[in-house]
């Protein structure tokens, strides 16, 4: 092959249009010229996104592939003279709020000479404040409420309800949650987040919403309106271990069950159970809301009684057109004589029937309602015969609390919220609602429980009273994360 010597420096080249070497060549011309070699990279702290201008705020991690598109259209404009051949991120130290970017490009100079060179752009990350982290911040500024009520004195659906929420991470969205009285309210930035929320309420428990809309502003010249939107939810008022009184005609249509029920559990639905029978129903949002009813007494009513005499009933006949009989290990229908441990120096004792004879053996306490000695004002159960009314209804078994809250080795999450008038009655409220978690599987199926590592149970033989207890199996180990940026980031991470 034929060389020929540089024009400049009378090196030995292989010929080229412009008759130069590389070296002098690149003296001559810099074909990086017009290319920024350091650029602004605007970064929102609170959510960690990345600008990408005009207006959109995009998730990027380090070094990944959608960093390096936002980054190489940052320079798009300058580049529109020389072919991108090659780009790739050189390693910065993550606080550095530095990223490098090394480029390959080609350019044609001097009658047609291609020249390739390589160089490094440095990208510097300031921090700015998304329009979303904004309206968090100023914690007032929302478009939708969404809220929330039960009127009931428990709170027990609504400790259900935060798990549920929790598990399927829809706090994330909200700029503020506020508890009040009978309920919480939930505030969000956009009508679509509230939506949502609605959505999820009305699949998960029974209730009824209202919509309504106020205008804020609206400009005349371009016809935009701005509302605030506002969801009301209803949710039923009636809770785990309440005892209702069903109208006859809702009675009937549940399979000719007896009116006097107790609710063994709130999911989507409310599910009853007849203990005189163990007849079983459920009774959806819109059911409840055509045919209403309340419960008859509050938990703070619940009485105890000492079991006397128990028969377990083997063969019950139905009667006609009669709906599902629970089945369940967890109930056997019994007949049970019982007495009030409060009126243990007198002679007077109840019979009634259970749904709990496989729990209940002569010498437990129960906890149940006593129908006999209390005056009732219920439209269902004032027009019922009196024979038909029973004079105990048995709700739960009764365990030692402080000896079940010592051996609870596992935890729940909680929703960071505003707290108004807080009530003293709030710690027992939900230590009932722990300990109807150990009661009930179903109900634990949709809840994250989580191993608590501060507690150490402490097992002995004498400790056993048989309380339900939640398995190793069903607990999650509690997340605890730790990325590159360290303490601060694992915070941010682990809400």
């Not at 019994?334 to 209940?360: D, I, P």
């Not at 009732?376 to 048995?394: G, R, S, W």
């Not at 939640?470 to 682990?494: F, N, R, W």
Request: with cysteine; charged share 25%.
């Amino acid at each position: 092959s034929e060389y020929i010597l540089c024009c400049t420096c009378g090196v030995p080249i292989a010929p080229n249009p412009a008759n130069m070497c590389v070296a002098c060549l690149r003296t001559q011309v810099d074909i990086s010229e017009g290319i920024p070699k350091q650029v602004t990279v605007h970064f929102c702290k609170q959510c960690e996104r990345y600008l990408q201008p005009p207006a959109t705020w995009v998730q990027c991690a380090l070094e990944s592939r959608e960093l390096l598109a936002l980054c190489l259209k940052k320079l798009k404009s300058s580049m529109s003279k020389v072919r991108l051949i090659d780009a790739g991120f050189l390693w910065t130290e993550p606080h550095s709020k530095r990223i490098k970017m090394k480029l390959t490009i080609q350019k044609e100079v001097m009658n047609g000479a291609i020249l390739q060179q390589v160089f490094v752009v440095e990208f510097v990350i300031q921090s700015q404040m998304c329009d979303d982290c904004h309206r968090v911040e100023a914690k007032d500024f929302w478009k939708a409420v969404v809220q929330v009520r039960q009127k009931t004195v428990h709170k027990k659906t609504f400790y259900y309800l935060e798990q549920l929420i929790l598990k399927h991470k829809l706090h994330q969205n909200a700029l503020n949650i506020k508890e009040i009285h009978e309920g919480i309210d939930f505030y969000y930035g956009s009508k679509q987040h509230a939506q949502k929320m609605v959505d999820f309420l009305q699949c998960t428990v029974p209730c009824r919403s209202k919509a309504s809309q106020r205008l804020i502003s609206h400009d005349i010249h371009s016809n935009t309106y701005n509302y605030k939107s506002t969801f009301s939810m209803e949710i039923v008022p009636v809770c785990k271990d309440n005892v209702v009184c069903l109208s006859p005609r809702l009675a009937q249509s549940l399979g000719n069950m007896g009116q006097v029920c107790v609710c063994i559990r709130v999911t989507s639905t409310i599910h009853l159970i007849d203990p005189r029978t163990l007849q079983i129903a459920e009774v959806d949002g819109n059911t409840y809301w055509r045919n209403p009813f309340n419960g008859l007494f509050n938990p703070s009513q619940l009485e105890e009684f000492i079991v006397m005499d128990t028969d377990i009933i083997r063969d019950q006949k139905l009667g006609a057109g009669a709906g599902m009989r629970s089945n369940k290990v967890r109930h056997t229908l019994a007949e049970v004589w019982v007495q009030k441990t409060s009126e243990m120096n007198t002679s007077q004792q109840y019979h009634c029937r259970t749904f709990l004879g496989h729990l209940l053996n002569i010498g437990d306490l129960v906890l149940g309602f006593d129908f006999a000695n209390s005056n009732i004002n219920d439209e269902y159960l004032n027009k019922m015969n009196p024979h038909h009314v029973p004079d105990v209804v048995l709700i739960k078994k009764s365990y030692d609390r402080s000896r079940r809250v010592k051996r609870r080795n596992w935890k729940l999450q909680e929703m960071a919220r505003d707290r108004e008038g807080m009530d003293t009655d709030d710690e027992r409220q939900y230590q009932d609602f722990l300990e109807d978690l150990e009661e009930d599987e179903a109900l634990r199926k949709n809840v994250n429980i989580f191993r608590d590592a501060s507690k150490i149970p402490v097992e002995s033989d004498t400790d056993d009273d048989g309380a339900p207890r939640v398995s190793l199996a069903e607990m999650l180990e509690e997340l605890s994360l730790t990325d590159a940026t360290g303490g601060e980031g694992a915070d941010m991470m682990t809400d």
